[in-house]
């Protein structure tokens, strides 16, 4: 059984993106009576099933009146249609769900391809500027790639600012073999050039922080260097920023016998992570790590269901997701694809969809010739066995709803921009 969002009074159907929605498929083993309430006497009468990990915002909840009521911890459970004062909210992170206005700084490759994708495709998302850094592919090719989709989403309005060309420490590597030559996977969709600002990638973090306190999210997609280069001219700059979601970063520490995961962006440039991930924050950081990454899996139905949809905007990201595919089956065997950044992104937008995480300050250990960046709590959010420094925390996301997720990716892959941006309910995405 799934938990549906249905229209009690049969007013106006209810979207699958009202701002309500938080259902999980575990919704309804957890709560197996759905609750029913108005959010104001005017709205029409939903049905809402609430898993255990909602928070209760609001006066109390009274019964007040209905068939079968009966009042169960924060909850008003009824089998008839009444009015509830209360507002249920999930646990999002400490991240507030409003108007977004966002800076994603972009390695630009396939993954992050989607990502932007996504985040064009959202109406409640404003992108205020977009940075290039290396690592997917080179910084000017990497700026070339954010041309390409801000054009297939005919934004080309939103400016560009050139990052870091190399590391602060060591030396560029970038592998082909992921992203292909032209980090799109060498399919065409790359574009010859790009217009960008006079402005450096690390002038443009600190201004848009000083300019707006607490206003802008920073969302990190590659290499830390651009936002490294912005902390050494300011230091507070992490906190000036109301959230900062990273895809980088190996989690937290592994169950006994499990893998050490190391991820790309902080092998990239290793000194640049261990400034940003020691940097004074507002414990507003939240690393979106290869331990949950890996597992936001795109396959060959999901590139089928794009390649069926007809559009500049569904080819694109459905070209993108083949030479993905492709991609994982020379090294994974699979035609699969982990939608690392993506799932950062999704987080960014729905916070809600991270069911789980952990806190704590960040450790480096050298590891088998990579570098193992993790949050200093286990997996299960319990303290080490050894000291672990001391110093800012981040929030390391442990767990998220794949079927959400993949449910909202596809909605925007497949239609773009729009009022109705979800896969329905009852749409097999
Ligand atoms: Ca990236």
Same mark, same amino acid.
């Given at each position: 059984? %799934?938990?549906?969002?249905?229209? $009690? &009074?049969? =007013? ?5 993106? +009202? !701002? ?70 999930? %646990?999002?992170?400490?991240?507030? $769900? &409003?108007? =977004? ?5 972009? +390695? !630009? ?54 990052g870091a060309a190399a590391p602060l420490a060591g030396e560029l590597c970038i592998d082909p073999r992921w992203h292909g030559i032209d980090g799109l996977g060498d399919r065409g969709l790359s574009r010859g050039d790009a217009v960008l600002q006079a402005e450096s990638a690390a002038d443009f973090l600190v201004r848009i922080a000083n300019e707006r306190p607490g206003q802008v999210d920073l969302h990190p997609l590659g290499p830390l260097t651009n936002v490294a280069l912005a902390l050494q001219r300011d230091p507070d700059l992490l906190s000036k920023f109301r959230s900062v979601v990273l895809m980088g970063g190996g989690g937290p520490y592994p169950p006994p016998g499990g893998l050490t995961l190391t991820d790309a962006n902080s092998d990239h440039d290793r000194t640049a992570a261990e400034i940003v991930y020691t940097a004074r924050n507002a414990r507003n950081v939240v690393m979106v790590g ?140």
């Amino acid at each position: 059984m %799934r938990c549906r969002v249905a229209s $009690e &009074t049969g =007013r106006r159907p209810l979207r699958a993106c +009202d !701002t309500v929605v938080g259902l999980t498929p575990a919704c309804a083993a957890t709560s197996p009576i759905w609750t029913r309430f108005m959010e104001t006497p005017s709205s029409p009468c939903i049905s809402i099933c609430i898993p255990d990990d909602f928070i209760v915002s609001g006066p109390q909840p009274r019964c007040q009146g209905g068939r079968g009521c009966k009042l169960t911890q924060n909850f008003c459970i009824c089998f008839a249609c009444i009015v509830v004062p209360f507002h249920a909210r999930r %646990r999002t992170l400490g991240m507030a $769900e &409003t108007q =977004r206005q966002v800076v994603v700084d972009t +390695d !630009t490759g396939l993954d992050d391809a989607h990502s932007l994708l996504y985040l064009l495709a959202q109406p409640d998302i404003e992108i205020l500027g977009l940075t290039s850094i290396f690592g997917n592919t080179t910084t000017e090719q990497a700026a070339r790639n954010i041309a390409a989709v801000l054009d297939v989403a005919d934004r080309d309005d939103i400016p560009v600012f050139r990052g870091a060309a190399a590391p602060l420490a060591g030396e560029l590597c970038i592998d082909p073999r992921w992203h292909g030559i032209d980090g799109l996977g060498d399919r065409g969709l790359s574009r010859g050039d790009a217009v960008l600002q006079a402005e450096s990638a690390a002038d443009f973090l600190v201004r848009i922080a000083n300019e707006r306190p607490g206003q802008v999210d920073l969302h990190p997609l590659g290499p830390l260097t651009n936002v490294a280069l912005a902390l050494q001219r300011d230091p507070d700059l992490l906190s000036k920023f109301r959230s900062v979601v990273l895809m980088g970063g190996g989690g937290p520490y592994p169950p006994p016998g499990g893998l050490t995961l190391t991820d790309a962006n902080s092998d990239h440039d290793r000194t640049a992570a261990e400034i940003v991930y020691t940097a004074r924050n507002a414990r507003n950081v939240v690393m979106v790590g290869v331990n949950v990454t890996l597992q936001a899996l795109l396959n060959e139905h999901h590139y089928e269901r794009l390649r069926s949809q007809a559009g500049r905007w569904p080819q694109f990201a459905a070209t993108i997701l083949d030479a993905s595919n492709a991609t994982y089956e020379r090294v994974w065997g699979r035609r699969v694809s982990a939608a690392h950044d993506a799932l950062a992104s999704v987080i960014l937008h729905r916070p809600e969809i991270a069911t789980g995480w952990v806190e704590g300050p960040v450790t480096f250990t050298p590891t088998a010739g990579s570098f193992a960046v993790q949050v200093a709590r286990t997996h299960d959010d319990r303290p080490l066995s050894f000291k672990t420094p001391d110093g800012p925390v981040v929030k390391a996301v442990t767990s998220f709803d794949y079927g959400e997720f993949v449910r909202v990716l596809m909605g925007a892959l497949l239609r773009g921009r729009s009022d109705h941006t979800c896969c329905p309910v009852t749409m097999d995405c």
